[in-house]
């Protein structure tokens, strides 16, 4: 299973309600705003503007980025992607557990 950590920044959003819609575009696409501990139920919420993506198939770091820009550019605002694949364990700290 191929996974990813996708960071995205809107420019010139107006108000927290352009995010909201960009955090709804990114979930029609598949991405999701929490992180799961492997093996365990524990469940955490991503840092503000970072995605996690999982995919089963065989799509690539390019494949995530088209589709991650499909969906940010549903919000009609310019903005820029940062797409990294996890090809190991993360790490990460001070993780809000997911409400």
Do not use: C
């Not at 705003?33 to 198939?57: A, F, H, K, W």
């Amino acid at each position: 299973m191929a996974r990813f950590t996708i960071t995205v920044e809107l420019f010139d959003a107006a108000s927290a309600s352009d995010y909201d819609i960009l955090h709804e575009e990114m979930a029609k696409e598949g991405f999701y705003r929490t992180i799961q501990v492997q093996g365990t139920d524990n469940i955490y919420q991503m840092p503000s503007l970072e995605y996690n993506y999982m995919n089963r198939g065989d799509i690539n770091t390019p494949g995530v980025l088209e589709i991650a820009k499909t969906a940010a550019a549903r919000t009609n605002k310019k903005f820029s992607l940062l797409v990294t694949k996890a090809d190991g364990k993360r790490e990460w700290y001070n993780l809000r557990p997911k409400e």
